[in-house]
């Protein structure tokens, strides 16, 4: 009870994606992934919601994530420089098309096992732990041709297959692993979170719902893989997250929070507490949502629980009942919250709704904390003599900084924050290079113009500063 600032193997590090740095989208015997489907600009979001007719990169359209930020071919420099910021961990994830370049290979592919080994050796010889997403909104392409993407039973199987190689390969080298990133996000982005395209006269909930019973089922036999090949590995669940407020007191903004929240929270009810909540079977009861199970499923579910909670956190939401007040967000209609200041990109700030969220998430499953996502997305100038002053991004995550040890502070078991974007790269939502998140800037454009040239933010300065004192100094 003596120290009540942040734990002293508290894991300080920063996110990435695969499919958002890599680039080299076909090199090392890679296959296609539904995200290199994912064009910048106007048909982005059509895309990410299942309207897609080729699966193939169509020649009038733009792909900045085929080349990312080169992270493939430059991951040394980039390690070594996230070293220097003094990183106790690195969040990654792996290309499933990498691995399995069709999904349903026999055999997984030598030179994409080998591209991580080198990956991770690269952090263990800095000292830097892997965190490690399996899957972060990434479908070999061939499984959504021959099999409909999560929406078939038989991808449990190959996911099972898939996890397990990772494992057995890297057992003395990845101790933290997270089975699939925002797995809510299914809900809001079909197409990017399962491979799904809908068919005529479908119930695109129920098939919806359908895909995420085939996700829980994989997340829960990944995690007791894990656990039989790799006996101390912890398996966390992966949530884009954001206390949800109601409006007004009137109790039908209250009642309507609590839905949206319970819509998010039914994936980590399974994944955490090992069953499927009430609330969630009268929702399927009395929207026709029939999913499919087979005998065991529940007992598989039951039995193989996350140990932690990972989750993403940008900012709260707001609830009404009043259509009136909905507006177009990123992804989803949202209420403004009329007491937040916003991003650029809409995205409103709330550091206090950070405390919040950790807080309920803890009361709710009484599970380690992992903030794995977090941070501002910017727009960066790069001044006459070089330097990126991004004292709005300080701002930004000092303000979060300073709720996470309130959170602590509340009881809340925290184990470790690694900011999104560490390095500028490809957004998810938008495709641009200009929404930057990143402690080192990366020279591209939107148009695919730079050097891809690596230079220091001020905030990377400050984050190094941070981590440092543990916390102490922000
Ligand atoms: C999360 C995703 O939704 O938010 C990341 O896990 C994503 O992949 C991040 O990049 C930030 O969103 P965006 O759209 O600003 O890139």
Same mark, same amino acid.
């Given at each position: 009870?003596?120290?009540?600032?942040?734990?002293?193997?508290?894991?300080?590090?920063?996110?990435?994606?695969?499919?958002?740095?890599?680039?080299?989208?076909?090199?090392?015997?890679?296959?296609?992934?539904?995200?290199?489907?994912?064009?910048?600009?106007?048909?982005?979001?059509?895309?990410?919601?299942?309207?897609?007719?080729?699966?193939?990169?169509?020649?009038?359209?733009?792909?900045?994530?085929?080349?990312?930020?080169?992270? $493939?071919?430059?991951?040394?420099?980039?390690?070594?420089?996230?070293?220097?910021?003094?990183?106790?961990?690195?969040?990654?994830?792996?290309?499933?098309?990498?691995?399995?370049?069709?999904?349903?290979?026999?055999?997984?592919?030598?030179?994409?096992?080998?591209?991580?080994?080198?990956?991770?050796?690269?952090?263990? &010889?800095?000292?830097?732990?892997?965190?490690?997403?399996?899957?972060?909104?990434?479908?070999?392409?061939?499984?959504?041709? +021959?099999?409909?993407?999560?929406?078939?039973?038989?991808?449990?199987?190959?996911?099972?297959?898939?996890?397990?190689?990772?494992?057995?390969?890297?057992?003395? &080298?990845?101790?933290?692993?997270?089975?699939?990133?925002?797995?809510?996000?299914?809900?809001?982005?079909?197409?990017?979170?399962?491979?799904? %395209?809908?068919?005529?006269?479908?119930? @695109?909930?129920?098939? &919806?719902?359908?895909?995420?019973?085939?996700?829980?089922?994989?997340?829960?036999?990944?995690?007791?893989?894990?656990?039989?090949?790799?006996?101390?590995?912890?398996?966390?669940?992966?949530?884009?997250?954001?206390?949800?407020?109601?409006?007004?007191?009137?109790?039908?903004?209250?009642?309507?929070?609590?839905?949206?929240?319970?819509?998010?929270?039914?994936?980590?009810?399974?994944?955490?507490?090992?069953?499927? @909540?009430?609330?969630?079977?009268?929702?399927?009861?009395?929207?026709?949502?029939?999913?499919?199970?087979?005998?065991?499923?529940?007992?598989?579910?039951?039995?193989?629980?996350?140990?932690?909670?990972?989750?993403? $956190?940008?900012?709260? %939401?707001?609830?009404?009942?009043?259509?009136?007040?909905?507006?177009?967000?990123?992804?989803?209609?949202?209420?403004?919250? @009329?007491?937040?200041?916003?991003?650029?990109?809409?995205?409103?700030?709330?550091?206090?709704?950070?405390?919040?969220?950790?807080?309920?998430?803890?009361? %709710?499953?009484?599970?380690?904390?992992?903030?794995?996502?977090?941070?501002?997305?910017?727009?960066?100038?790069?001044?006459?003599?070089?330097?990126?002053?991004?004292?709005?991004?300080?701002? $930004?995550? %000092?303000?979060?900084?300073?709720?996470?040890?309130?959170?602590?502070?509340?009881?809340?078991?925290?184990?470790?924050?690694?900011?999104?974007?560490?390095?500028?790269?490809?957004?998810?939502?938008?495709?641009?290079?200009?929404?930057?998140?990143?402690?080192?800037?990366?020279?591209?454009?939107?148009?695919? +113009?730079?050097?891809?040239?690596? &230079?220091?933010?001020?905030?990377?300065?400050?984050?190094?500063?941070?981590?440092?004192?543990?916390?102490?100094?922000?």
């Amino acid at each position: 009870m003596n120290n009540l600032g942040f734990p002293k193997e508290f894991l300080w590090g920063g996110a990435l994606a695969a499919n958002q740095c890599e680039g080299a989208y076909l090199e090392g015997g890679k296959g296609l992934s539904n995200v290199d489907l994912c064009p910048a600009g106007e048909n982005r979001f059509n895309v990410m919601l299942g309207n897609i007719k080729e699966l193939k990169p169509l020649v009038n359209e733009s792909y900045p994530s085929h080349e990312a930020i080169d992270f $493939y071919h430059k991951f040394k420099e980039d390690i070594a420089l996230f070293a220097e910021m003094g990183f106790k961990c690195l969040r990654i994830s792996i290309a499933w098309s990498r691995i399995f370049p069709n999904g349903d290979d026999k055999d997984p592919n030598e030179e994409g096992l080998k591209f991580y080994d080198e990956v991770f050796d690269e952090m263990i &010889k800095h000292n830097i732990e892997p965190v490690v997403t399996i899957c972060h909104f990434d479908l070999p392409v061939a499984l959504i041709e +021959n099999y409909g993407g999560w929406t078939n039973r038989k991808l449990v199987g190959f996911y099972e297959n898939y996890a397990t190689t990772l494992f057995k390969r890297y057992k003395d &080298k990845v101790k933290y692993w997270m089975s699939f990133n925002e797995i809510n996000m299914l809900l809001h982005l079909p197409f990017m979170g399962a491979g799904i %395209r809908f068919k005529e006269g479908e119930n @695109p909930t129920e098939v &919806k719902y359908q895909a995420a019973h085939h996700e829980l089922m994989a997340s829960a036999l990944a995690t007791k893989a894990l656990k039989e090949i790799i006996p101390n590995a912890m398996m966390g669940c992966m949530l884009a997250a954001g206390a949800v407020y109601p409006y007004s007191c009137n109790p039908e903004d209250v009642q309507r929070a609590m839905e949206i929240e319970r819509e998010n929270y039914l994936f980590i009810d399974v994944q955490a507490k090992g069953k499927y @909540p009430g609330y969630g079977k009268r929702f399927f009861r009395e929207n026709n949502i029939n999913i499919k199970m087979e005998d065991g499923d529940l007992e598989i579910l039951k039995n193989n629980t996350v140990d932690y909670i990972g989750f993403s $956190y940008y900012s709260s %939401r707001c609830a009404s009942v009043d259509p009136a007040l909905l507006t177009d967000g990123n992804v989803f209609a949202t209420v403004k919250n @009329p007491y937040l200041k916003a991003s650029e990109w809409g995205w409103q700030i709330d550091p206090m709704g950070l405390r919040i969220t950790c807080n309920q998430l803890y009361d %709710r499953y009484e599970k380690p904390l992992f903030i794995v996502e977090n941070g501002l997305g910017a727009v960066d100038k790069v001044e006459e003599d070089g330097q990126i002053i991004d004292d709005y991004r300080i701002e $930004y995550l %000092r303000e979060h900084i300073k709720e996470m040890k309130e959170a602590i502070l509340d009881g809340v078991d925290l184990i470790g924050y690694t900011p999104w974007g560490c390095i500028d790269l490809v957004s998810a939502s938008t495709g641009e290079m200009k929404k930057r998140y990143g402690f080192i800037y990366v020279d591209k454009d939107d148009k695919g +113009n730079g050097t891809l040239e690596r &230079k220091k933010k001020k905030s990377f300065y400050w984050y190094k500063k941070v981590i440092g004192s543990n916390g102490e100094e922000i």
